[in-house]
């Protein structure tokens, strides 16, 4: 077992004009048995930084230790990675005994009846030893996920490394499966890299959530870290369900003007000091409806259980409230809104980058 170290790992596809910059000098630090979510949107490196830690692609430049280990250089079979991936990669003509082996019996020089034994454990384990004789086509997705992921574990590796693994199955299995796995992940204590596209899942698993776009690394940290004090827009703007609403201000020392009625006067300028504007960032969960606030027009309110989200119309610009479920505001009522300053994200125009994040503790 061991933690896993990416030094300005780097990856480029193709030459010259067409080169694509997969990955871009990602530093990251994995500690041992932490279950790391990687998340962001299709086609920002994910995979390709998977594939880099399992040596399944070659980087471009950087390193990749695992503990004190350099494997740069090593080939993946050479390496003691388990991957599993989002179409399960099952051995169709070979029932689920074999599928959960096959590894074992490439990689070990154990008898056919201790490998059955480790099978065996392993399918208890994960609740389908009543399936050893099935073959993966006439199991269920998640009986087929549960599979793939017991050919994993049975190899014992020193890293688990995840990719999209739950999203073909549906909603409810996939909010089963998160809980077990992380269960599973923690019991066995190994290194885990989960790779999603899925903000709600790497906030719901992740002990610590790794965020990137466009190849580069944007932040490292807790679910509660990436959410309260994300380092630029496109972290705010991505982690957070639903999104955070943001807009242009015109900076006039410490009073904002925005949209429609939106003025605010900060308690403190010094974040804003020398702009004429700011990106300014408020999430639908810090709104309130009050009696004398900033005014804006209700459109659509959608009722969702104990949840209530109000999309309204603040000078031309949508903004969505969650807002108390007994407040019922109709069609084109004006309404009037505050938020607490602590809720106030500040966001460089030109750069993205957060003047000013939500203290820790506050709201
Ligand atoms: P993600 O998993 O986050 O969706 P990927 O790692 O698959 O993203 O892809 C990152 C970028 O690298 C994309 O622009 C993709 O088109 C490109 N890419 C991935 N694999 C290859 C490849 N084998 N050849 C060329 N480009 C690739
Ligand atoms: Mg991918």
Same mark, same amino acid.
């Given at each position: 077992m061991s933690g896993i170290t990416l030094d300005t790992v780097r990856k480029e596809f193709g030459?010259?004009?067409?080169?694509?910059?997969?990955?871009?000098?990602v530093d990251l630090e994995i500690e041992d048995g932490e279950f790391l979510v990687l998340v962001g949107p299709s086609g920002c490196g994910k995979t390709t930084t998977l594939r880099c830690i399992a040596g399944l692609e070659d980087v471009t430049s950087g390193t990749i230790t695992f503990g004190d280990r350099d494997v740069t250089d090593r080939r993946a079979r050479d390496r003691d990675v388990a991957m599993v991936f989002q179409n399960y990669a099952?051995? =169709?003509?070979? +029932?689920v005994r074999k599928n959960i082996g096959f590894g074992l019996k490439l990689s070990t020089q154990q008898t056919a009846a201790e490998i059955d034994r480790q099978v065996e454990d392993v399918a208890e384990m994960l609740g389908i030893e009543d399936l050893l004789d099935q073959k993966p086509k006439e199991l269920s997705g998640g009986q087929q996920q549960r599979v793939a992921l017991g050919r994993a574990i049975v190899r014992d590796p020193e890293v688990f490394l995840m990719d999209? =693994?739950?999203? +073909?199955?549906d909603a409810k299995l996939r909010s089963q499966m998160r809980t077990e796995l992380q269960t599973l992940q923690h019991d066995l204590d190994v290194t885990t890299v989960y790779v999603t596209h899925d903000q709600t899942e790497a906030m719901a698993m992740g002990d610590r959530i790794a965020v990137m776009n466009e190849g580069t690394l944007q932040q490292v940290g807790s679910a509660e870290e990436v959410y309260?004090?994300?380092?630029?827009e496109f972290v705010a703007d991505f982690i957070g369900s639903p999104s955070i609403n943001v807009f242009d201000a015109t900076v006039d020392g410490a009073r904002l003007d925005g949209p429609g009625a939106f003025t605010y006067h900060l308690s403190d300028a010094s974040p804003v000091e020398g702009l004429d504007t700011v990106r300014v960032g408020i999430r639908p969960e810090d709104i309130t409806l009050v009696d004398d606030g900033i005014e804006m027009t209700a459109n659509v309110l959608e009722p969702m259980g104990n949840e209530n989200f109000l999309y309204a119309t603040l000078g031309g610009r949508e903004v969505t409230a969650r807002i108390d479920p007994t407040k019922r505001p109709g069609t084109d009522e004006t309404v009037s809104f505050s938020f607490p300053e602590s809720a106030l994200y500040l966001f460089d125009?030109?750069?993205?980058?957060?003047?000013k994040t939500k203290r820790e503790g506050d709201v």
């Amino acid at each position: 077992m061991s933690g896993i170290t990416l030094d300005t790992v780097r990856k480029e596809f193709g030459d010259g004009e067409g080169t694509v910059v997969a990955v871009e000098d990602v530093d990251l630090e994995i500690e041992d048995g932490e279950f790391l979510v990687l998340v962001g949107p299709s086609g920002c490196g994910k995979t390709t930084t998977l594939r880099c830690i399992a040596g399944l692609e070659d980087v471009t430049s950087g390193t990749i230790t695992f503990g004190d280990r350099d494997v740069t250089d090593r080939r993946a079979r050479d390496r003691d990675v388990a991957m599993v991936f989002q179409n399960y990669a099952l051995y =169709p003509h070979m +029932n689920v005994r074999k599928n959960i082996g096959f590894g074992l019996k490439l990689s070990t020089q154990q008898t056919a009846a201790e490998i059955d034994r480790q099978v065996e454990d392993v399918a208890e384990m994960l609740g389908i030893e009543d399936l050893l004789d099935q073959k993966p086509k006439e199991l269920s997705g998640g009986q087929q996920q549960r599979v793939a992921l017991g050919r994993a574990i049975v190899r014992d590796p020193e890293v688990f490394l995840m990719d999209e =693994p739950l999203s +073909n199955l549906d909603a409810k299995l996939r909010s089963q499966m998160r809980t077990e796995l992380q269960t599973l992940q923690h019991d066995l204590d190994v290194t885990t890299v989960y790779v999603t596209h899925d903000q709600t899942e790497a906030m719901a698993m992740g002990d610590r959530i790794a965020v990137m776009n466009e190849g580069t690394l944007q932040q490292v940290g807790s679910a509660e870290e990436v959410y309260r004090t994300p380092v630029n827009e496109f972290v705010a703007d991505f982690i957070g369900s639903p999104s955070i609403n943001v807009f242009d201000a015109t900076v006039d020392g410490a009073r904002l003007d925005g949209p429609g009625a939106f003025t605010y006067h900060l308690s403190d300028a010094s974040p804003v000091e020398g702009l004429d504007t700011v990106r300014v960032g408020i999430r639908p969960e810090d709104i309130t409806l009050v009696d004398d606030g900033i005014e804006m027009t209700a459109n659509v309110l959608e009722p969702m259980g104990n949840e209530n989200f109000l999309y309204a119309t603040l000078g031309g610009r949508e903004v969505t409230a969650r807002i108390d479920p007994t407040k019922r505001p109709g069609t084109d009522e004006t309404v009037s809104f505050s938020f607490p300053e602590s809720a106030l994200y500040l966001f460089d125009p030109d750069t993205g980058e957060s003047l000013k994040t939500k203290r820790e503790g506050d709201v």
